[in-house]
């Protein structure tokens, strides 16, 4: 199977929940487990905050851009019992400068914001895959992979 979807949000908080909602509602036809929509809500949370926090210093008058895309899992012949998601949460904002160092736990540039710093290590955990591509003054793009099981 293949399937998409793509979402183009104002930068602002009180769109961070339509986010992971709108996210849960389009892979609920793969039948995930509570566990499995939980998990990818969280990590689509902390993109999305991220994107409009620390991307665009909260300047409201931004986009974030959100796609979805789902497909059965052919890479692994002896895997293809489950589908593949793939979730890109995309800013254009400020970037990110030493990504190594921005993905460590704990890691913070902004500990006046009371920002923990467990952002990345939280999508880490709660996805199989995470790749962060930046580069200053053009923006962020965040790819994460979940595979759920047929
Ligand atoms: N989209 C982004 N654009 C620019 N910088 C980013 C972006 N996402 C993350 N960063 C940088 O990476 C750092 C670590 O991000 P992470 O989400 O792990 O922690 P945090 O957002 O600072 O704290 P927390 O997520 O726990 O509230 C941030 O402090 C910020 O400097
Ligand atoms: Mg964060």
Redesign the pocket.
């Known amino acids: 199977m293949q399937n998409s979807m793509s979402l183009t949000l104002s930068s602002r908080s009180s769109n961070e929940s339509f986010a992971r909602v709108a996210v849960a509602a389009f892979i609920a036809q793969l039948d995930p487990t509570l566990e499995e929509i939980s998990d990818v809500k969280t990590a689509v949370s902390?993109?999305v905050?991220?994107?409009i926090?620390?991307?665009y210093n909260e300047d409201k008058n931004t986009n974030v851009v959100i796609n979805v895309g789902i497909e059965d899992n052919e890479e692994d012949n002896n895997d293809n019992d489950k589908y593949k998601v793939t979730i890109s949460i995309i800013?254009y904002?400020?970037?990110?400068d030493n990504i190594d160092q921005?993905?460590e736990?704990l890691?913070?540039?902004?500990p006046d914001?009371e920002?923990?710093?467990?952002?990345?290590?939280?999508?880490e955990s709660f996805m199989d895959e995470l790749y962060v591509d930046?580069s200053r003054d053009k923006?962020?793009h965040?790819k994460m992979v979940k595979y759920i099981k047929k």
Do not use: K, Q, W
């Open positions: 902390e993109a905050t991220n994107a926090i620390h991307g800013d904002g400020c970037g990110i921005a993905r736990p890691y913070t540039s902004r914001l920002r923990s710093g467990m952002g990345f290590s939280v999508m930046s923006g962020t965040i």
